[in-house]
């Protein structure tokens, strides 16, 4: 039997592992699809490409099917960290490219509440 | 400034979330979709729930798109452990709930090899 926490020596396949919510409800509920999430998660991806950040070992943006934090969507999560985040515009999202992706630095202003759930 | 890593006064928002593969491609390359991924996710989704593992403060279960290690497809990855799986069959897919999901205990026969990508 072994923890499933990663072995210290085996470095993580990504670094930094964000994934956007990008469920879009049929039936006229909110939804992250509703409120720019797919131009978001473009944006990410572009930007994260153009700072040479993409990769193994590096950086990955990742599309997602519903995180069930409807209530403060549109939503973002980075792990391994869990650092969940909220974001209005795309420069919420250059922020988080260059302060938690690159840098490694948490965007505060930009956390989801713990409470906020579906 | 504040490190990126979860404050740990803070609790994670899920304990475990585990993300499937579901990505079809189109132009007939090999992909996570056409090797069961689909099935795959609906039955953990249903065993996590029948567990009583779902929810908030315990384990998400979620779709996501190309994991970009399509070389060991079907994928999927359990964070914040970082831990990767291949699966065959839904026997895989009972043991990763129970052992990991709900257990902690990482699968070692299912890890998907360091060395694969896409």
Redesign the interface.
Known sequence: ??????DAA?P??YR??I?FC?NDRANGEACCARHGAQQAFEHCKAQVRALGLAG?GQV?V????????CAGGPVA????????YTYVDLADIDEIVTS?LRD???V?RLRLP?DV?R
Chains 1, 2 share one sequence.
């Open positions: 039997m072994t923890d499933a926490t990663n085996t993580p396949y930094r592992h994934f990008l193994p990955r990742n599309k997602a099917g519903c995180l069930d934090r999560v980075v792990y391994p960290d869990g650092v969940w938690h490694g630095v948490a505060e713990p759930g």
